[in-house]
């Protein structure tokens, strides 16, 4: 079993940065940060595998933010940087214990936080 929960959202101005937070207890794979804005589909955002750090993008957020992990403490992060008004929604951190495919695809993992709330505003 894993337990996740999230920290760090909140709200910020077009251009600034959040730092968000995964508390993970268990044993992961590879652990997610998804968001989904008011009537839009989940997306995934960032994803990292536990055991290489190996770590992949959505495109649109390729050199502006940064996904890594505290092995020791169990914590992954997501660095947000270059924020847009679009990119507002609930964050939500996900988890696998098993191998997986996709990264990225939602319907892969099996372990959800609660989500935080991201408000960025222009």
């Known amino acids: 079993q894993v337990q996740l929960e999230e920290f760090g959202g909140g709200s910020v101005q077009a251009g600034g940065s959040l730092r968000l937070f995964c508390v993970a207890t268990?044993?992961?794979?590879?652990t997610a940060w998804f968001r989904q804005a008011p009537g839009k589909e989940r997306e995934g955002v960032a994803a990292?595998?536990?055991?290489?750090?190996?770590?992949v993008y959505i495109d649109s957020v390729k050199g502006r933010f940064n996904i890594s992990r505290d092995n020791a403490r169990n914590i992954v992060f997501l660095q947000m940087n270059s924020l847009k008004p679009e990119e507002s929604g609930m964050y939500y951190c996900?988890?696998?214990?098993?191998?997986?495919?996709?990264?990225?695809?939602?319907?892969?993992?099996?372990?959800w936080g609660q989500g935080t709330q991201v408000t960025v505003s222009s």
């Open positions: 996900a988890a696998s214990s098993r191998w997986i495919g996709s990264l990225l695809g939602s319907h892969e993992y099996g372990y």
């Open positions: 268990g044993m992961t794979y590879s």
């Open positions: 990292i595998i536990t055991g290489n750090s190996h770590s």
